[in-house]
C-alpha cells in the first residue's frame, strides 16, 4: 500500500483537529484567523495549515481570504435547507438498507446509543456519540462513499444543529428518535426504519428552520 507523504498526513490529522474546534466553538463564527495564528494555536507550520484550511475550504467550514487568513463560516437557511434535502434524500433509505441486510454489528449501534444515554449532560459528548450513530447505519447500508458525503453534510451545519438542543428537544427526546431507528433497524423492518429516519431528520429541520421547510417536502413528494 502507497504511504501518503509525512506532510500530506500531518495536514489531513490538522484538518480534524481544526474542524473539531470549529465545531466545538472554540473557533469563533465570523472571526478571520490567519495561518500563522492557528499553527501557533495548534502547533503545526505553515504548510500544514495552507493545506488543512484549502481541505476545510472545500468543506465549507471556512472561506480563503487572500494574503489575511481563513474566515470561520456560519450557515443561513439556504445552506440548511439544502443540507437536509440532501440528508433526507440519502439517510432514509440507508436506516432501510441497513434493516434489510443485517449483515453488520448490531452492538454498534447499541454502542452508539449507550454513549448517548451516558453523555446527556456533556453536548459535545452527545453529538460525538449521535454522528457515530449515524455513521454506522451508512456504513451498515453498503455504500463506502456515504459516511464521508453525509459527514461533510453534518459538519457543513454543525453550530446550527448544536443549538437545537437547547432550544428545542432535550437530549433524551433526540436519544428516543434514535432509539426508534435502532429498534426498526434490528427487527429488520425496512419501511419502519426508513420512515423513522425520516421523521428523525424532519423533526431537526423543523426546529433549525423554524418550520419553515416546506420546500424539503416538496423534494420527497
Do not use: C
Amino acid at each position: 500500500m502507497e504511504r501518503l507523504p509525512k506532510e500530506h498526513t500531518k495536514s489531513e490529522r490538522l484538518a480534524v483537529t481544526v474542524r473539531d474546534a470549529i465545531i466545538s466553538g472554540e473557533l469563533a463564527p465570523g472571526r478571520l484567523y490567519s495561518a500563522q495564528e492557528l499553527g501557533e494555536r495548534f502547533g503545526a507550520s505553515r504548510t500544514p495549515v495552507r493545506e488543512a484550511l484549502l481541505k476545510l475550504a472545500d468543506a465549507g467550514l471556512v472561506r480563503i481570504e487572500r494574503n489575511r487568513g481563513a474566515r470561520i463560516l456560519t450557515s443561513n437557511d439556504q445552506d440548511i435547507n439544502e443540507v437536509f434535502t440532501l440528508r433526507l434524500l440519502l439517510e432514509p433509505p440507508a436506516a432501510g438498507l441497513a434493516a434489510q441486510r443485517q449483515d453488520f454489528p448490531v452492538t454498534d449501534l447499541d454502542s452508539a446509543l449507550a454513549d448517548m444515554r451516558a453523555h446527556q449532560a456533556d453536548r459535545e459528548a452527545f453529538f460525538a456519540a449521535d454522528r457515530a450513530f449515524h455513521e454506522v447505519i451508512l456504513r451498515a447500508s453498503g455504500n463506502r462513499r456515504l459516511v464521508a458525503f453525509v459527514t461533510g453534510l453534518r459538519d457543513a451545519i454543525s453550530l446550527q444543529g448544536r443549538r437545537t438542543v437547547p432550544g428545542g428537544r432535550s437530549p433524551l427526546e433526540i436519544l428516543a428518535e434514535h432509539e426508534a431507528i435502532a429498534e426498526a433497524i434490528r427487527a429488520g423492518e425496512r419501511e419502519v426504519a426508513t420512515r423513522a429516519m425520516r421523521v428523525h431528520l424532519l423533526n431537526t429541520a423543523d426546529l433549525l428552520l423554524a418550520g419553515d421547510h416546506d420546500n424539503l417536502r416538496e423534494w420527497l413528494a
